[in-house]
């Protein structure tokens, strides 16, 4: 019985050193079934249990018993301290570096011209205008007849329009030349007062470094009751300063000709030499200075009033203008306007805009 209790003693402290000393999970595993699987020594120990008299087992199994526990507690630990080892060994070689510079990926970038139409619809928000828009397949009567430019009209001259074939008891279907038709079918839909500019592409049959067959304007109408020309030049003036974000816009109106305004109203900005660069602001009569026309503008012709169904003795209004792909030119220091449509990624990477660069006077997520 000493015998049998001692030998016991040194399997358990011999059982519990390789425990201890097993430095894998799989050496665990096998001390494990070497002990107590189906033919382990622990399990073969308990067996010996069965057979004997109640008086040897009282004697004989507590050792056995204790040995069991023992043994089971000691995998138990050493199982959790390796996992743990093995735990922190994943976490310490898979450790995020958060002071390495971030991939960024392919980007893309906003086009000049949507930057700029973002910008312009910002300001006039802010003066009250909303945003309409109009087909860029116009037909004849809204892009021309409407607007005071009949058939005959020495003024359809000047824009040099696609025309779709015509087609037997339709209307005469075009590329619309300019944004103003936007102006008839507003005032035909909405009810006055009306604030709205109309962005979008206009198409003319012309190509050199300054025209492209298709281009960006922005159109402009106010029409409410007593608007005079000092409400045009006003508007005019804060969107300019709001647009090139500097105060001294000096305006330079010019008499001027359109059929669907009258009077009709050329608007240049000054510009004046600064360290040898032509910038914009300041008077365009100081030395080295001068005027860039900018925009076409007048009060809107009663003849135009009237074709939309509003009485012109009670409505008023003022209309303008200009190119977006020019003003963006202007801003922004491009001279090539057949650049802006050829998708060269390298130009397109040197004048595009970050998606997170906000319009001026927004103050969105970049502020
Ligand atoms: N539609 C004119 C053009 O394409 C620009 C223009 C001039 C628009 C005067 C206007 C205006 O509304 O009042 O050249």
Redesign the pocket.
């Known amino acids: 019985m000493t015998n049998d209790m001692s030998e016991i003693a040194n399997l358990k402290a011999g059982l519990i050193a390789d425990i201890e000393a097993a430095d894998t999970l799989e050496a665990l595993e096998a001390l494990r079934v070497g002990a107590m699987g189906k033919s382990g020594v622990i399990t073969g120990l308990l067996k010996t249990l069965g057979p004997m008299s109640p008086e040897e087992r009282m004697e004989k199994g507590p050792p056995i018993q204790d040995l069991r526990e023992s043994v089971t507690a000691a995998l138990a630990e050493k199982k959790g301290a390796l996992e743990q080892a093995a735990l922190d060994a994943k976490l310490a070689s898979e450790k995020v570096d958060m002071t390495l510079p971030a991939d960024h990926g392919a980007q893309g970038s906003v086009h000049p011209v949507s930057q700029v139409m973002d910008e312009l619809a910002e300001i006039f928000a802010d003066l009250g205008f909303s945003v309409a828009t109009g087909p860029e397949i116009e037909d004849d009567w809204h892009n021309f007849t409407a607007?005071n430019i009949p058939e005959t009209h020495p003024a359809r001259a000047?824009?040099d329009t696609f025309y779709f074939p015509d087609e037997e008891g339709q209307k005469k279907m075009l590329l619309r030349?300019?944004?103003?038709p936007v102006?008839i079918r507003t005032m035909m839909t909405q009810e006055p007062p009306i604030r709205i500019i109309a962005p979008g592409r206009?198409y003319r049959s012309d190509s050199d470094a300054t025209h492209t067959p298709m281009f960006h304007?922005i159109?402009?109408?106010v029409i409410d009751k007593g608007i005079t020309l000092g409400h045009l030049k006003w508007t005019l003036e804060t969107f300019l300063k709001a647009f090139f974000e500097r105060e001294d816009i000096i305006l330079r109106l010019r008499p001027?000709y359109?059929p669907?305004?009258e009077p009709?109203?050329?608007v240049d900005v000054g510009y004046t030499l600064t360290n040898g660069q032509r910038v914009i602001g300041g008077d365009g009569d100081a030395p080295g200075g001068g005027w860039l026309e900018v925009?076409?503008?007048?009060m809107?012709n009663r003849r135009v009033i009237e074709a939309c169904g509003l009485d012109p003795d009670e409505w008023q209004g003022?209309?303008?203008?200009?190119?977006v792909d020019r003003l963006a030119m202007l801003k922004y220091g491009m001279n090539d306007l057949r650049a802006f449509f050829d998708g060269d990624l390298r130009w397109l990477k040197h004048y595009g805009f970050s998606a997170l660069d906000v319009p001026t006077l927004s103050g969105g997520v970049g502020a």
């Open positions: 607007l000047m824009h030349t300019h944004t103003s102006q206009v304007q159109e402009g109408l001027s359109f669907f305004t009709s109203v050329e925009l076409g503008s007048g809107v003022f209309a303008f203008g200009t190119g």
